[in-house]
């Protein structure tokens, strides 16, 4: 079959599983095309005509769907929370909260989440071999030493190896603009206590080619359709 879409990206599309995760679904031989188990990973799929199953539940083909979250401090980056703590998903109305974050942010970080129901992209933005950029403002309790932005540009040694910033720049005595590509746990907080300063304020304001802009803190919306082709863009291999 010439034509169609590659069954693991069609299974990450429905939101079924990453791209690499739905690999792991066929050869397992729990995906069947039109009631044939395949093993094949080049097997393609007619998306309107092919009728797709995992472990015998339909496949639906789902509408790309991306939304852009300002969250608040004081809110939890998971679905649900044993403590009974606010998580972002109490942001958002009751059709949203199927979708899934792509990069945490800690509970007293704020600034930009994506959702989405596109595993593929998803997980092809948050891999170190893509190093999509992440965008923070920082506030410091302290003025910033002066050659602490070279210091962030060098790289920092963490107990999880080398930290180093893409880009760094002064916006004020005590603020910085701080570019990673990685998104390790609580890393700007831990490069800048490293450097010797203690964070008071961190939000994130880009991630890839999506920017947080004016979007109020609590709100939502849904990425235009430029906005999906830049994020696929960005991670394509091609």
Request: charged content about 30%; overall charge positive.
């Amino acid at each position: 079959m010439e034509g169609g879409v590659r069954l693991q990206k069609y299974l990450a599309q429905a939101g079924v599983a990453s791209r690499r995760q739905s690999e792991t679904l066929i050869v397992a031989g729990r995906v069947r095309v039109n009631g044939v188990v395949v093993t094949e990973l080049g097997t393609r799929v007619e998306p309107e005509r092919d009728v797709v199953e995992v472990d015998g539940r339909p496949v639906r083909s789902a509408t790309t769907e991306w939304v852009v979250l300002h969250k608040p401090v004081g809110y939890l980056s998971t679905r649900s929370d044993p403590q009974g703590r606010r998580t972002l998903y109490e942001l958002l109305p009751p059709q949203l909260r199927r979708l899934f974050y792509v990069g945490r942010l800690d509970r007293d970080s704020e600034g930009l989440i994506l959702l989405t129901n596109d595993g593929d992209v998803a997980h092809r933005m948050m891999h170190p071999r893509h190093g999509i950029e992440r965008e923070y403002e920082v506030d410091v309790a302290t003025p910033l030493a002066d050659d602490v932005l070279q210091q962030l540009l060098r790289g920092v040694e963490l107990d999880d190896g080398l930290a180093r910033a893409e880009r760094a720049r002064r916006l004020a005595s005590a603020r910085l603009a701080l570019t990673l590509r990685e998104g390790r746990k609580r890393e700007v907080r831990r490069m800048l206590e490293a450097a010797g300063h203690r964070v008071i304020r961190l939000r994130r304001v880009r991630y890839g080619p999506i920017r947080l802009g004016t979007l109020p803190a609590g709100r939502w919306r849904h990425l235009s359709a430029e906005e999906i082709a830049a994020l696929q863009r960005s991670v394509s291999d091609e």
